[in-house]
């Protein structure tokens, strides 16, 4: 187990309980972002409890929820809806054949990932051509400056984060993978 992977079986409980608060707002973001057509089959990675998929299964055909750390994993599938399916997984090294999803997504995971990049690479290349990628996380600061004492503070707040990308540098890793930018 990583240190990001330790954090999150301890405090399984309080990420669980800080979804279930937000829940109702995701929902709502995430159907007015996403606007999905109803039938996409989708994949959550870094799943948690099971945020994003909750957010997307009642707007979709089914969602498989994908994280390595199993305490999530249970309070996902003690939620679970009908058209959902939890699976434990590494999301830079995914169980899944090329283009298996319609739409593949990630909330608040990749900046506790060490290499982020594998994940955004990962998310391309299980989505079919034509489907769509969801990257939902901070961005760094501009400014190295800003960023340095940033990246400082969310360490010293949280032990698990890894680092924060800036927008350029997102918008690289879809370029690398093929994504072109939709919104
Ligand atoms: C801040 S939580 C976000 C959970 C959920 N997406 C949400 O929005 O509530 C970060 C998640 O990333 C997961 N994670 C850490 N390393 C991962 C990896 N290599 N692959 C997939 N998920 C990972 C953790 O287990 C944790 O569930």
């Known amino acids: 187990m990583s240190s990001s992977t330790e954090r999150f079986a301890r405090t399984a ?8 608060s937000r829940a109702p707002r995701l929902a709502e973001e ?10 996409e089959h989708c994949l959550d990675v870094g799943t948690g409890a099971g945020a994003l998929a909750f957010a997307l299964a009642p707007l979709v055909r089914e969602v498989v929820g994908l994280d390595p750390v199993l305490e999530l994993l249970e ?17 830079t090294a995914l169980p899944f054949a090329d283009g ?9 995971t990749l900046h506790h990932v060490a290499q982020p990049e594998l994940v955004v690479a990962e998310l391309a290349r299980v989505t079919r051509i034509g489907g769509h990628v969801l990257v939902v996380d901070q961005l760094a600061p501009v400014d190295p400056a800003a960023a340095s004492a940033l ?14 990308l800036t927008d350029v540098e997102l918008r690289k890793l ?5 994504l072109s ?3």
Request: charged residues 35%; hydrophobic residues 40%; aromatic residues 8%.
């Open 13 to 20: 409980d309080l990420v669980a309980a800080r979804q279930d």
């Open 30 to 39: 995430v159907r007015d972002f996403v606007r999905p057509r109803g039938d």
């Open 75 to 91: 309070l996902a599938r003690a939620r679970r809806l009908a058209n959902t399916e939890f699976v434990e997984g590494d999301g």
């Open 100 to 108: 298996t999803f319609d739409l593949a997504g990630t909330h608040r």
């Open 151 to 164: 990246h400082e503070f969310e360490t010293a707040r949280d032990p698990s984060h890894t680092r924060l």
């Open 174 to 178: 879809f370029a690398a993978n093929e």
């Open 181 to 183: 930018l939709v919104r």
